[in-house]
């Protein structure tokens, strides 16, 4: 069992920059693969980031490649996403997610545990 919760949403304006955090419970973090997902109001839970269990690789959505930088710290049982050059687009609820479907990692079907989500509000 895997207990996941996000932080460091917020109100930011267009070009700013916001860090999330989402901290794990349980013993078996190090063996997951993580990943941010994003729902926006009236559409649906999207892909936005993912990172391996060793850290090592990455992959992210178009839409934020080389804008945001996913990574993890397994000592602290922690994920992160950093956003850079943020954009009204970007406004969503942030949720983060765990899953040993290393294959399909990028689904939103496949991960097995979410946390509760944090609101990002970009402004223009």
């Known amino acids: 069992q895997v207990q996941l919760v996000e932080s460091g949403g917020g109100l930011v304006q267009a070009g700013g920059s916001l860090r999330l955090s989402c901290a794990a419970s349980?013993?078996?973090?190090?063996?997951?693969?993580m990943g941010w997902f994003r729902q926006a109001p009236g559409k649906e839970r999207e892909f936005v980031a993912t990172v391996s269990w060793s850290g090592f690789v990455t992959s992210y959505a178009d839409s934020v490649k080389g804008r945001f930088t996913i990574s993890r710290d397994n000592a602290k049982n922690t994920v992160y996403l950093q956003m850079n050059s943020l954009k009204p687009e970007d406004t969503a609820v942030y949720y983060c997610?765990?899953?040993?479907?290393?294959?399909?990692?990028?689904?939103?079907?496949?991960?097995?545990?979410w946390g509760q989500g944090t609101q990002v509000t970009v402004s223009s």
């Open positions: 997610a765990a899953t040993r479907d290393y294959v399909n990692a990028v689904v939103p079907d496949t991960q097995q545990y």
């Open positions: 349980g013993r078996t973090f190090s063996s997951y693969a």
